[in-house]
């Protein structure tokens, strides 16, 4: 495949025209965070694996570039097709420079010490959101036998008293962190014995991996609910397999849709999987309509303003609170946004207000006066979500909008403005040297 480095790397502006109704259909991308955590386990296989419907965003390169860090082999077979393979002889060692530029490369953590029985992995990076602790991560894995410990950046250890298998155990979660819930089961696949995660996450990407992890030869069960069950098996083999829809990419259209009062229809996405936004679209009086693999969105109404709170799944994703954020703040009336997930996650109301978003933020609230119309502005994208929701503050308003700091938005958004453009939107790229 060839490099569209110029794309994925940029350190770019994106310019929004505001004003035009978003019209038409868009196709949704692979999901970031299953492909992530898939491209993590497809290390523990022996043999290759090809995965499908992988978006081409920055953190799926760098999460290549770990692999081939560790001795193994990743790349591009067509567009959407990704080939991995990692060797026996793995070095088990990935760097600061590569791990800190995304979360998901603390999923390799769990996939080396179930595989090799050992790892030492810098600590990750990712979005600055608020404290991102790996505590949960560590004690789960101490439950296995495995002691770990961070020195120096990193987290080292493997199997307490050597050898290359953890044991199967009972886990409990004090919090159903999703990367920690997947952590414990890419370890717990190929431990000795049964393993049990109470309060687990059920994110709908934890349901994919256990079902990439099955269909690599593993046992999992329960994936979904709060238990998760796994019996350890000897091995796992290289397979094909397709990681599901982007559920946050597919409601960012949505809600850009919703927003610049359009009608738009989301193709290929799993509509449960966006019931808790479609939720609140529906109860702002936004028509939401659900078909097969489709949601259709038509925001020609009237909107009624909503509150909010992110909880985990199935509650509202803390991943989509700013895209609705921007929306909230062209809604008349008194919103109200709870974030509970993660503490520092409001750092879009700064930028926002440069638009002329009436927002006040008291303690992990956001309470959003939605009556003043927005005015394009130079804003910057503090983190992935933030950047998509000042590119829909710029699309709804009046004038040019300036999102710099593209390059949190190239971590999850596959084709942007591609997508956008088709919808009609005005937006284009402009380079810059510098990332601010
Ligand atoms: C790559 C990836 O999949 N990222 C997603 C994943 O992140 P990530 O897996 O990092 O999120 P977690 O579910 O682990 O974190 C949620 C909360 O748990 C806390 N916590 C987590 C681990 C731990 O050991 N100790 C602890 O206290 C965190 O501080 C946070 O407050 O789930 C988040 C919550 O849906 C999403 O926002 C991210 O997009
Ligand atoms: C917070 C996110 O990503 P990450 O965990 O990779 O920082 C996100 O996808 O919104």
């Known amino acids: 495949m060839t490099a569209r480095k110029g794309e994925r790397y940029s350190l770019g502006k994106l310019i929004v025209q505001g004003g035009t109704p978003l019209e038409g259909r868009v196709s949704i ?21 090809i995965l499908e419907n992988i978006p081409n965003i920055v953190d799926v390169e760098v999460m290549m570039e770990l692999c081939r860090e560790l001795g193994g082999e990743a790349n591009w077979l067509e567009p959407g097709t990704i080939r991995m393979v990692l060797p026996d002889s793995a070095s088990c060692k990935t760097s600061y420079t590569l791990a800190k530029k995304l979360r998901a490369s603390n999923l390799l953590l769990g996939a080396l010490i179930g595989r090799f029985g050992w790892a030492e992995v810098a600590l990750p990076g990712g979005d600055n959101i608020g404290s991102r602790p790996m505590d949960l991560h560590i004690k789960g894995l101490y439950c296995l036998g495995a002691e770990l410990k961070v020195e120096h950046g990193y987290i080292r250890g493997g199997v307490i008293g ?3 298998r953890l044991t199967g155990n009972k886990v409990y979660l004090d919090f159903p962190s999703v990367g920690a819930t997947e952590n414990i089961m890419m370890a717990a696949v190929l431990a000795k014995g049964q393993t049990i ?25 329960g994936a979904g609910t709060d238990l998760i069950r796994i019996d350890g098996v000897q091995r796992l083999e290289g397979v ?5 829809p982007d559920r946050v990419e597919a409601g960012t259209y949505m809600v850009a849709a919703a927003a610049t009062r359009g009608r738009v229809i989301v193709e290929n996405v799993i509509p449960t999987h966006l019931h808790a936004l479609s939720a609140k679209l529906r109860e702002m009086g936004v028509t939401v309509e659900e078909e097969d693999d489709q949601v259709l969105v038509d925001g020609r109404g009237e909107f009624r303003p909503v509150d909010i709170k992110t909880m985990p799944y199935p509650g509202f994703p803390t991943d ?13 009336g008194t919103s109200m946004i709870v974030e509970n997930v993660y503490e520092n996650r409001l750092r879009v109301v700064d930028e926002l207000q440069r638009m002329g978003a009436q927002i006040k933020i008291e ?6 006066d939605g009556t003043s119309e927005l005015t394009g502005a130079q804003v910057k994208a503090t983190d992935l979500r933030a950047g998509a929701a000042l590119i829909i503050a710029g699309l709804i308003a009046e004038g040019e909008t300036e999102v710099s700091c593209m390059y949190h938005v190239d971590r999850g958004y596959e084709h942007l403005e591609e997508k956008l453009r088709s919808l009609g939107a005005k937006v284009r790229r402009v380079e810059s040297s510098s990332k601010a």
């Open 240 to 244: 094909r397999y397709a990681v599901i």
């Open 162 to 164: 050597g050898g290359k």
């Open 320 to 332: 989509m609170q700013s895209q609705l954020m921007a929306l909230l703040a062209s809604v008349s």
């Open 29 to 49: 991308s692979g999901a970031k965070n299953a492909t992530l955590a898939v491209m993590a386990a497809a290390m523990m296989g022996c043999g290759e694996t």
């Open 363 to 368: 303690g992990r609230t956001a309470i959003i």
């Open 197 to 221: 995660i109470e309060n687990c996450a059920k994110e709908p990407e934890i349901v994919d991996l256990a079902n990439f992890l099955n269909a690599m030869g593993g046992r999992v069960r």
